[in-house]
């Protein structure tokens, strides 16, 4: 029996449609899963970001010489390709890696938390 172009055409655009909710899904459990570094360090970061990203992205990460980094402008874009430019940076353009200062994991946080509105800078936490 020969299925019909009509139903075989509908029936690859619903699977499609299936794999891309499944893989939005699965990068949001992702998303959600990211582990918050101890309280000073979480401090030590946001302020990093507030004042080195900043002077890139705006104090106010509303953009400047950089893109903005607010949860509307981020959106879209695919979590783990914003924590990789935070961690290894993008050759060729002003963005450098973050390697040397955050950890992987660092720049997931960081990254959760500028796609849900950062936090704002309380200072560095009085050394240990």
Known sequence: MKIPPLFAHVAVFIGAAL???FASASAQEAQSAV?????????????????DCGSCHGLTLAGGLGPALTPDV???KPFEGLVATVFSGRPGTPMPPFRSIVSEAEAQWIVDQLMRGFPPDEGLPPAR
């Open 19 to 21: 794999v891309a909710a």
């Open 35 to 51: 582990a918050a570094p101890e309280a000073q360090r979480a401090r030590e970061l946001i302020h990093i970001v507030r004042q």
């Open 74 to 76: 981020l959106a879209d």
